[in-house]
């Protein structure tokens, strides 16, 4: 017990000894800790992103709302003619119809903002959750080309309340001019809402009727009656001329950034795989280091130093440089989404998931593990091979 105490005090005494190690060949530890610290740090933001996707659909989805649409797939069309039969379902408080219209500022750029063709009667009761004005509402229904507009959208175009925009349809290849009436105070909101009967004018203009809608958005009266509502929605159209698929809004929006989860789970792969590549090049500079100082090692065994002596004080060389290393990726995670933060809500609204990538304390302490483990696996047969080997080996391989 008295030689455990004594060694498990080592750290402490072997302390400075350890450190001068570390700072013989100072560009190599600091390329090998500057490797580590990277992949701590991309270990770190990644394990961010499914917590941050999911405070993200949590803050923008209500658990009363529903989408219905096409079971063939959102770009196909459904009678327009269903929403009146959706807003006689029991529990159905109020529906809209969303129209995808596909307009842009610039034709050259694409579109830049989502923006739809919606029903203005009951568009404050199925949005009563974003807060929009009063007078914006009273205003949406009473004028033929209003429009509201996302806070996102107003401030990235420097545009505001009482602004006469035109948008050029990507779609149908009409130019339709609006009159912005209010906003959506968030300043993650980036849609634009207009008149379905404005579009329905200017398709009519054409000499084509628009009687079919891409979307239904409904709000229920009881968050319990969500899920016999969608049944019984999507059961009304069962063998209909166009059959439909009921999600909850969250589920919408999660199906919506389904690719995106997959490719995070990729990235997760690579930065796993990256991780185990940084353990390789670790091993390899523990392996240089013990290798450069066998003449060293076989003195100290000489003069009476034991073999667990110089496996820990050499493991504890590993471990310190990885420890080290990952303290700072960590707080390099740290400031890269503090940064990424801060870039996401002043110039690109559109990008609104990624304001909930937060490196918490639970992720600090995993780095800071993932980095000892690092440490350990790096450092370990190095450290064992050159504790286990004679004076006398050692030295007839030196002279």
Not at 295 to 305: H, M, N, P, R, T
């Amino acid at each position: 017990r008295r030689g455990l105490a004594r060694d498990g005090g080592f750290a402490v005494k072997f302390l400075p000894f350890i450190l001068r190690n570390l700072a013989r060949n100072k560009l190599r530890s600091l390329l090998t800790a500057s490797a580590i610290a990277l992949a701590i740090a991309l270990v770190c933001i990644l394990r961010t992103m499914p917590a941050g996707m999911d405070a993200f659909l949590s803050s923008i989805a209500s658990n009363t709302r529903i989408s219905t649409h096409n079971e063939a797939g959102m770009v196909y069309q459904m009678p327009y003619s269903y929403l009146q039969k959706v807003r006689a379902v029991p529990g159905v408080v109020a529906a809209i119809s969303w129209q995808w219209f596909g307009g842009a500022v610039d034709a050259s750029r694409g579109v830049e903002f989502p923006n739809f063709a919606v029903d203005p009667e009951d568009f404050g009761r199925v949005y009563e959750d974003w807060n929009v004005s009063q007078q914006a509402l009273d205003d949406f229904r009473k004028y033929r080309d209003a429009a509201i507009v996302g806070r996102g959208t107003l401030e990235k175009k420097g545009w505001k309340v009482g602004d006469v925009i035109t948008l050029q349809s990507t779609l149908f290849g009409l130019e339709l001019s609006f009159r912005i009436v209010g906003e959506v105070p968030n300043p993650s909101a980036v849609q634009l809402y207009f008149q379905r009967e404005y579009l329905v004018q200017a398709f009519a203009a054409l000499g084509t009727p628009l009687d079919s809608t891409g979307m239904i958005w409904s709000r229920i009266d009881d968050p319990e009656r969500v899920g016999p509502v969608m049944r019984q929605i999507d059961e009304m159209f069962r063998n209909a001329e166009a059959e439909t698929t009921s999600e909850t809004e969250k589920s919408f929006f999660g199906n919506f950034f389904g690719s995106l989860k997959g490719i995070v789970t990729v990235i997760m792969i690579v930065a796993g795989i990256v991780t185990l590549c940084i353990v390789f090049i670790a091993a390899n500079t523990a392996s240089m280091s013990v290798r450069e100082r066998v003449g060293e090692i076989a003195i100290l065994k000489a003069i009476g130093f034991r073999s667990r002596t110089i496996f820990t004080t050499l493991l504890a060389e590993a471990v310190v440089l990885s420890t080290v290393a990952g303290a700072a990726g960590a707080l390099i995670s740290l400031a890269l989404t503090s940064i990424l933060r801060s870039s996401v809500s002043t110039s690109g609204p559109q990008l609104g998931p990624l304001t909930g990538f937060v490196v918490t304390d639970a992720i600090l302490v995993q780095a800071i593990f993932i980095a000892f483990f690092i440490g350990i696996l790096s450092g370990w047969l190095p450290a064992l091979g050159a504790s286990r080997r004679s004076v006398a080996q050692t030295l007839r391989e030196v002279f």
